[in-house]
């Protein structure tokens, strides 16, 4: 399944912006960065658009993998961003 980047967002350093999907979605994510007294807050956003009843469908039936996918890859940023600052929060 090929992957197309059609649009994407930077607001260097509060947000990046990317869409994402091919002729089934469309996935739109955002992760905005907000400094706070102890380091960064991320928030994180995802809006899927299904082209088709049957992805739709499929979305539905797949939703419990893909959060556990997002849960997994949120860890890894998370891992990530504190080793890069030195902080290990929890």
């Given at each position: ?11 260097k ?30 928030q ?7 082209s ?28 990530l ?10």
């Open positions: 399944m090929v992957r197309t980047y059609q649009d994407y967002c930077y607001d350093p509060r947000l990046i912006g990317v869409r994402i999907g091919n002729k089934m979605f469309a996935v739109d994510v955002y992760y905005r960065f907000e400094p706070i007294q102890t380091g960064t807050r991320l994180y956003e995802c809006h899927l658009t299904y088709n009843w049957f992805a739709k469908f499929m979305g539905r039936m797949f939703g419990w993998l893909t959060r556990r996918i997002l849960t997994k890859q949120m860890t890894m940023l998370k891992a961003a504190e080793r890069t600052s030195g902080t290990n929060r929890t």
